[in-house]
């Protein structure tokens, strides 16, 4: 089993950024993947942005496109988010997920395609 720990979120004005943090533990792949989803109230759960472990290959949604930015740290087994010029919609509940193995960008937009997820972090953004 793979443990994922996001932190980083909170209530931030409209305009502002925040960094999301998510650490793995537990069992570890030789390669896998990362992703960050969120969920508003009353949606559904949708992609935010991936990145492959193995290339760092990054793939975002069109709607956080230019504002937010993936990385990772190999070492760490860690994966961020920082989020710039954050909207009243981007609020919402971010979780982190993993998935091991290889995948296609096509795979990793997808939320069935991941084995692992966090609890979640809150972000809130104020208008």
């Known amino acids: 089993q793979v443990q994922l720990v996001e932190s980083g979120g909170g209530l931030v004005q409209a305009g502002g950024s925040l960094r999301l943090s998510c650490a793995a533990s537990?069992?570890?792949?030789?390669?896998?993947?990362m992703g960050w989803f969120r969920q508003a109230p009353g949606k559904e759960r949708e992609f935010v942005a991936a990145?492959?472990?193995?290339?760092?290959?990054?793939n975002y949604a069109d709607s956080v496109k230019g504002r937010f930015a993936i990385s990772r740290d190999n070492a760490k087994i860690a994966v961020y988010l920082k989020m710039n010029s954050l909207k009243p919609e981007d609020t919402a509940v971010y979780y982190c997920a993993a998935r091991p193995g290889l995948a296609t960008m096509q795979m990793l937009a997808r939320v069935n395609d991941y084995d692992y997820w966090g609890q979640g972090t809150q972000v809130t953004v104020s208008s």
């Open positions: 990145i492959r472990w193995t290339d760092g290959s990054a």
């Open positions: 537990g069992r570890t792949y030789s390669s896998y993947s």
